[in-house]
């Protein structure tokens, strides 16, 4: 089938790749020319491990190819995917300008009946919109088929997540459409959900909201076990094992960051409010999440009684390992908070390089582990990037002023740090 994907992100990108490799004559779309060339050359312009291998490969095979021409991409494919964004607005309600700007495109440039699939995560009530919106902006007659079907793929995995998702969910209300949609994903094994295109728009925000308390969930728990001498890891083991509670997610420390979680969690308070169906368990789900960064530094400053003229090395820019993405990444409000507090901050972080932002600011940034722990008076775990497991802890001892690490996400063995003497304190690690 040929398939036009509107918009080419993280999601975008990967969904072109994957269903190029399915069989598909895939065109990636994108206003931006700069992205377009370099993905052309089978180059990606992010980090994500595994795609631009397959990138290459579906790029030579010349099943997937690449434009900014949105007319004649839009008259040459009949179903037409968008993967724009959608951030969030200052009062946490999702921002619709890019969906907006697509459908009125799509609007603009049709010439025959079109099916469009929405892949970005949308507010209930959206597909409707976008239909409307497509129709506002079109002199053709022929009608457009919208089907929702939320894309679940996350950063650093998003090639094996969209290769082998856990379940499809497609949302529409028109057979044909949706019979479709179906026929594109013919290759893939996992359930396949038909459900109301408002089913399917929701699925997405609680499946997030969800995954979001759990992590609020073992985050507070884990606080308590710092209370009662616990080891939180014990207990999210304990509890993972049960099959109606499952392991994953059940990881505690910093907190849930990313392009996602932050702004799904805030669409979904926004719209429940509105709605006038507060959802009480979500909100503190958010609260909890707000305050863990504060929590971690609490302990450090009890630890070394002020933060002022200190050095902190504080290891891990990225919001979670195996990808670039710094967007609501903990490591901000930490070095924020620490340079606020006058200490002297130095980062690491193995792919991801600081913003001119924070160098200005006065943070300094080295490709050597080594050299971001020298003379410092606390390390402070950010990401748990798994290079840090490996770290020459003798060694680390002989450099740093104080050994002293605060572990964010509870990724490093103590019981290794204590034959060196480092203090160590995790969250729910007592
Ligand atoms: C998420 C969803 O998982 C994905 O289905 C959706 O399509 C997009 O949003 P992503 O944001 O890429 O994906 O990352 P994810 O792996 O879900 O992690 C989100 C955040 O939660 C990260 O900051 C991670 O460090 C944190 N996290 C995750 C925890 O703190 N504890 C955990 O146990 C798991």
């Given at each position: 089938m040929r398939i036009l994907i509107i918009g080419q992100g993280y999601v975008g990108t990967t969904m072109g790749v994957v269903l190029a490799r399915a069989g598909h004559e895939v065109t990636g779309l994108d206003i931006d020319p700069k992205k377009i060339d370099s993905l052309k050359k089978g180059n990606l312009y992010f980090y994500e491990p595994g795609l631009e291998e397959m990138l290459r490969e579906q790029v030579k095979a010349k099943k997937l190819q690449f434009t900014t021409e949105a007319r004649q991409a839009i008259v040459n494919n009949d179903i037409l995917f968008i993967t724009v964004g959608t951030p969030s607005l200052e009062n946490g309600n999702a921002d619709l300008t890019y969906i907006k700007n697509a459908a009125q495109m799509i609007g603009r440039f049709k010439n025959n009946e079109k099916i469009i699939v929405v892949k970005s995560t949308v507010p209930v009530g959206t597909t409707e919109n976008v239909e409307q919106w497509v129709m506002e902006a079109s002199k053709d007659a022929s009608p457009v088929k919208v089907v929702m079907n939320p894309e679940f793929l996350r950063e650093g995995s998003a090639l094996q997540d969209a290769l082998y998702p856990d379940r499809i969910v497609i949302g529409s209300h028109i057979g044909d459409a949706l019979e479709t949609v179906t026929r594109i994903y013919k290759n893939w094994t996992c359930p396949l959900l038909q459900t109301t295109p408002r089913a399917a728009e929701m699925i997405k925000y609680a499946s997030n909201a969800f995954l979001a308390t759990k992590i609020s969930f073992i985050n507070e728990i884990a606080k308590l076990c710092d209370k009662l001498g616990i080891n939180v890891r014990d207990i999210s083991k304990g509890i993972g094992l049960d099959k109606r509670i499952g392991?994953?997610?059940?990881d505690a420390g910093l907190g849930y960051g990313g392009s996602c979680f932050p702004k799904d969690v805030k669409e979904l308070l926004w719209t429940a409010n509105d709605k006038q169906a507060p959802l009480h368990i979500l909100r503190e789900v958010e609260q909890v999440n707000q305050q863990q960064p504060t929590y971690l530094l609490t302990k450090t400053r009890q630890h070394l009684k002020?933060?002022?003229?200190k050095k902190i090395a504080v290891l891990g820019l990225a919001f979670k390992p195996y990808t670039d993405d710094t967007r609501e990444s903990v490591s901000m409000p930490v070095i924020h908070h620490l340079l606020e507090e006058q200490a002297s901050v130095v980062v690491h972080d193995p792919i991801v390089a600081l913003s001119e932002e924070w160098r200005n600011r006065g943070v300094h940034q080295s490709d050597d582990l080594y050299e971001v722990v020298k003379d410092s008076d606390a390390i402070i775990i950010?990401?748990?990037?798994?290079?840090y497991e490996e770290l020459d802890w003798a060694k680390i001892r002989n450099l740093v002023r104080h050994p002293a690490i605060f572990d964010g996400r509870n990724m490093l063995k103590p019981e290794k740090l204590n034959e060196w003497e480092f203090h160590y304190e995790g969250i729910g690690y007592p």
């Open positions: 392991p994953s997610f059940l002020s933060f002022k003229g950010c990401t748990n990037w798994p290079q």
